[in-house]
């Protein structure tokens, strides 16, 4: 990510004068580098720890594990009381990653980067970029996913719909969620919604494959919601759930507090869903079988959503060489084929991706997810602050319950995301 206007960022830099090379290496001392765990990556994660202790044996890792549920919550608490972890997971470029970076917690790693550019040249090019801020690098690249339709073979043939194919446009779209909505009851209420419109990130895809932006790609203290293509997104995705009735509107009320992916595995409510690979994980028993399809093609045509993660080094680590070469025992290529075989989900490594999906019973699960993974994505996750999400939210909030129209929402919204973009980025001026 980079703004393009003049800016100092105020850092805490770290002179490292000597780097470690080869994969063994032992230290005058003994050392303890601190790392604080997705729970969700636990075996994954004991098992690279297992290697690094194995090849660097003076140093000992100190593990928290933490569920991700308040996870970053935690990390900025041992900020404050100023014993902040060497290790953290972050996901990039969103606002609690950047204010990593404003508030001078990250060290700068580009120097590591640079020098391993042979080893992340074989990477998938966005998930090393999505680590980028201002021409530097934050955070050691750990996998990107990317989000594509999937749909309930059950529910299509029911309704004697064709399946989706990877030339599909927006109308095709709308057509096909239309023929799959039914009132199965014959109660005046739709059963089964032709689709699940996320009202979370999933109106990105809308925004982004119809030529929008959140914000100005050339300013990023400038909210461009009220653009006409923005607009257009938008009006679409309101549009499935109070015009069309094809997505269900209230979705706490519909979903009953759990979750719409549990939903879409498990009962057939929804005919299509918008997900990553990791949507596998949760269909083992489903009685129900699906497929998936890439993303319709917009005006501005078709650019994969897709979330990135990234562990970022503490600024103020006393061992930034061993925090490094840490990071990437947890994210490199053991780590991934582990994470491969694990959890079902692709490699950030095309040439690690050799066997993914294979034994997947999901039709075209391999061929269209490693075809998104190579092709021009954005990122889901909103290169803005905290604070510039929180309004944003919360006004859409009463847009996705029918409060109010897509027009009455951005009118009084932009400017007050203007504001906030303005004084979180002051620092940098």
Avoid at 25 to 40: N, P, V
Avoid at 83 to 88: G, H, L, T, W, Y
Avoid at 374 to 388: D, K, Q, T
């Amino acid at each position: 990510m980079r703004i393009l206007m003049k800016s100092k960022i105020v850092v805490v830099s770290v002179i490292v004068v000597t780097l470690v090379i080869g994969m063994t290496a032992s230290y005058a001392k003994d050392i303890e580098i601190t790392f604080m765990r997705d729970t969700r990556t636990e075996k994954i994660d004991d098992r690279s720890i297992e290697r690094y202790e194995k090849d660097y044996p003076n140093v000992k890792v100190k593990v928290i594990p933490t569920p991700i549920e308040g996870y970053w919550d935690k990390v900025w608490i041992m900020i404050a009381a100023g014993e902040p972890v060497d290790i953290s997971y972050w996901a990039p470029p969103g606002g609690d990653w950047l204010n990593t970076i404003r508030k001078g917690f990250a060290l700068d790693i580009t120097q590591y980067i640079n020098r391993d550019k042979d080893f992340y040249d074989k990477w998938y090019p966005i998930t090393v970029e999505a680590q980028k801020f201002e021409d530097k690098y934050w955070s050691v690249p750990i996998i990107t996913s990317p989000y594509l339709t999937w749909y309930n073979k059950e529910v299509f043939d029911k309704a004697g719909v064709v399946y989706p194919t990877n030339e599909w446009t927006w109308d095709d779209f709308l057509d096909t969620a239309k023929n799959l909505s039914m009132d199965t009851d014959n109660d005046g209420k739709i059963d089964v919604f032709g689709c699940f419109s996320s009202t979370w990130y999933g109106w990105r895809d809308w925004v982004k494959n119809n030529g929008g932006y959140v914000l100005d790609p050339k300013d990023y203290t400038k909210c461009v919601l009220d653009s006409e293509p923005a607009i257009e997104g938008l009006e679409f995705a309101y549009d499935l759930m109070w015009k069309y009735n094809v997505s269900p509107a209230e979705v706490a009320g519909f979903t009953g507090g759990v979750s719409p992916y549990t939903l879409f595995n498990s009962t057939g409510k929804f005919g299509m869903l918008v997900a990553g690979n990791w949507l596998y994980e949760g269909q083992e028993g489903s009685p129900y079988s699906f497929g998936v399809v890439l993303p319709p093609i917009g005006k501005a045509g078709r650019m994969i959503r897709t979330t990135a993660a990234g562990y970022i080094i503490a600024s103020i680590t006393k061992y930034p060489d061993q925090a490094y070469k840490l990071a990437q025992y947890l994210s490199g290529e053991e780590a991934q084929l582990d994470g491969m075989k694990t959890r079902g989900i692709a490699t950030a490594m095309p040439h690690l991706n050799t066997d993914y999906g294979k034994n997947v019973a999901v039709d075209n699960f391999r061929e269209n997810f490693l075809k998104a993974m190579g092709m021009e994505s954005f990122l889901a996750v909103p290169g803005y602050p905290v604070e510039a999400e929180r309004a944003l939210n919360t006004a859409f909030d009463l847009m996705w319950l029918g409060k109010k129209t897509v027009s009455e929402t951005i009118e009084p919204l932009v400017p007050e995301m203007n504001r906030i973009l303005e004084e979180f980025w002051r620092g940098y001026q």
